[in-house]
């Protein structure tokens, strides 16, 4: 079973910056292309960037031109680069695959963006 771990959320103001991270277990990293979601509250889960194994990266358009996934496959880890941070962005952040693996969702890193 993959487990997943994020961290690195936290409370920013509106135009700040925080970087996630999601570390993954079984050396599975390079094998799938991985995501970061996010659910705010009373939301349903949204993906909102895609990085396949090449490193290509898909973004929604939310949050197109102020995020950026990264992956280290030495690592098993996935990073969220958020930049210009909006009170929209406001959500529980969580990582897995693209399409994501059933069971295998981790407890999240809150992102509380003040305006």
């Known amino acids: 079973q993959v487990q997943l771990v994020e961290s690195g959320g936290g409370l920013v103001q509106s135009g700040g910056s925080l970087r996630l991270s999601c570390a993954t277990s079984g050396g599975i990293l390079s094998l799938l292309a991985m995501g970061w979601y996010r659910q705010g509250l009373g939301e349903q889960r949204e993906l909102v960037a895609t990085?396949?194994?090449?490193?290509?990266?898909v973004y929604a358009d939310s949050v197109k031109g102020r995020f950026t996934i990264s992956r280290d496959n030495a690592k098993n880890t996935v990073y969220l680069q958020m930049n210009n941070l909006k009170p929209e962005d406001t959500a529980v952040y969580y990582c897995?695959?693209?399409?994501?693996?059933?069971?295998?969702w981790g407890q999240g890193t809150q992102v509380t963006v003040s305006s």
């Open positions: 897995n695959a693209v399409p994501m693996i059933a069971g295998s």
């Open positions: 990085i396949i194994s090449g490193g290509s990266a």
